[in-house]
């Protein structure tokens, strides 16, 4: 590790520059305290590509650059994750890690575990947390009974090597329990497979230990897309259009004279802001300022550790059905 964090600039990285990971490296060749070291990826082709467009050096692999950065992005499969990152976090380097944590919890854990143990801040890639509306949407909320989550969508081939679970309930699923300040007690789960060879499309009822319920619903099989969340809490309602970035809230409202209270309707525009800019930028911050990311290693392990026995609840139902027939 270099002298250059005291000095305010940071050397960066990315590994991994399909077409998340490119969009990593154009954000960082633009930030001014960030020198973007280089990209790394196991397509060389596609490296030299992406850095002629971002002004940088393109290598073959990790450790060609290991010495050479503060910090990195690693946007590799999730299967890779604990591959990619030890050399790095032993070393003490930084890591955003693109969610999910891991395929596994043993993975995830190793690399909570070497991060702190070599003082590495480790960031998960939960990008919503930097949604401008799920920002807005947290200062609101006070005490959920009730939550409803939608994320729906097409049919996109470069997720297929993963589960609906894993590619978007997992981001619902991280923001409810976020908002949520109680621990899980029950978990149910449906879902089925449409196009690919894993679960296309899932439910899940997660129950809390505090008595709230929240409902939350994934497909990429959907002619429509949808990302909404639903909040029911003691006197309010609340919905978020995540597209629209639209708050729409409920509320009853007290007037002298009526027996009854009326119901008041508010809708707030939230003014977007692009949450993967907002998220490298709170990485790069928090490096400088050391302080915790909003999405530690301990956060992404528990957002996995809740996605994983969704996906062991889908299996149990689909044996049940299996077994009835």
């Known amino acids: 590790m270099s002298d250059t964090l005291s000095s305010g600039r940071i050397r960066v990285a990315v590994i991994g520059v399909g077409y998340l990971g490119r969009f990593h490296a154009l954000i960082y060749s633009r930030m001014p305290e960030v020198d973007l070291v280089g990209v790394v990826d196991i397509d060389h082709d596609r490296a030299r590509a992406v850095a002629a467009e971002v002004g940088c050096v393109s290598y073959d692999s990790i450790g060609d650059v290991i010495d050479q950065v503060d910090a990195v992005s690693v946007v590799v499969p999730t299967t890779a ?27 995830g854990a190793e690399i909570v575990h070497l991060a702190q143990a070599h003082g590495a801040t480790l960031q998960i890639g939960h990008v919503e947390r930097f949604n401008a509306g799920v920002m807005a949407l947290a200062q609101r909320i006070r005490a959920p009974l009730y939550l409803e989550a939608q994320r729906m969508g097409g049919f996109v081939e470069r ?63 959907s002619d429509k897309t949808t990302r909404r969340i639903r909040v029911f809490q003691p006197k309010s309602y609340l919905s978020l259009d995540f597209i629209s970035q639209i708050i729409d809230i409920a ?54 550790e809740v996605a994983l026995e969704v996906r062991a609840r889908i299996a149990a139902s689909s044996e049940m059905r299996c077994s009835v027939r």
């Open 251 to 304: 509320a009853p409202f007290s007037v002298d004279g009526i027996a009854r209270p009326e119901i008041v309707r508010e809708r707030l525009q939230v003014e977007p802001i692009k949450p993967l800019d907002l998220e490298l930028a709170e990485f790069v911050r928090g490096i400088r300022e050391k302080r915790s990311p909003l999405v530690d290693g301990r956060t992404g392990l528990k957002a996995l």
């Open 159 to 221: 997720a297929t090597d993963v589960d609906v679970v894993s590619d978007l309930m997992i981001h619902d699923i991280d923001i409810i329990l976020s908002l949520v300040d109680a621990e899980i007690c029950s978990i149910s789960a449906v879902g089925a497979s449409v196009l690919t060879e894993h679960v296309d499309i899932a439910n899940a009822r997660l129950e809390f230990a505090n008595g709230t319920v929240a409902n939350v619903v994934a497909s990429r099989v």
């Open 81 to 107: 994750h604990l591959e990619a990152t030890a050399p790095l976090l032993s070393r003490g380097i930084h890591v955003l890690l693109e969610k999910p944590i891991a395929p596994n919890l043993a993975d």
